[in-house]
């Protein structure tokens, strides 16, 4: 038997519990980084994994209030659990995750593209090329990660230093092709 046969929706409950985990998972990464004073919050596992949850969480949500599924009334709510989720993927100090939020734009954009005015499509387009620089210039743990990336790339394609956190994936990423 499947859930089909059965006509179980889980699409509202994984909705309702994305629309809950944004704020759970703050609180989580506050307590491990402010009261605990860990350097990065691990959450359950490891601050990669947490990071990584709270984009997906962010992209659940963003999505939603693209297709309008959640309806007009709970974007208030839906925007403050993804500033929320944002905040714990900050918190966790991963950066994988954050490669993905310039594709969420685009796609929310592409699926809402007709309802907009072209002032508003030229504002978007702005933004999207100006938050990229901001994050270069803005003093932030993300901004640091991104240059600890940059410089563990070129020691890997130098081949002076494998043994980095980049390099282990490059390699994992080898062995797998």
Wanted: proline share 5%; charged share 10%.
């Amino acid at each position: 038997m499947t859930v089909r046969h059965w006509k179980i929706d889980l699409i509202r409950p994984f909705f309702w519990g994305c629309v809950l985990a944004g704020p759970l998972m703050l609180g989580v990464s506050i307590y491990q980084t402010v009261l605990c004073g860990a350097p990065r919050s691990y959450g359950a596992y490891h601050p990669i994994i947490l990071g990584n949850q709270a984009i997906l969480v962010v992209s659940v949500l963003t999505i939603s209030l693209c297709t309008d599924f959640s309806g007009r009334k709970m974007w208030p709510v839906i925007i403050f659990s993804s500033c929320c989720a944002l905040i714990t993927s900050g918190l966790s100090g991963s950066r994988g995750g954050w490669l993905f939020l310039p594709f969420l734009a685009f796609l929310c954009i592409w699926v809402i593209r007709h309802s907009l005015t072209r002032y508003f499509k030229v504002l978007v387009l702005v933004v999207l090329f100006l938050l990229p620089v901001g994050i270069f210039f803005i003093e932030n743990p993300i901004k640091n990660r991104i240059e600890a990336a940059y410089v563990d790339i070129v020691k890997f394609q130098n081949g002076t230093e494998l043994n980095t956190s980049i390099g282990d994936r490059f390699l994992m990423w080898r062995l797998a092709v």
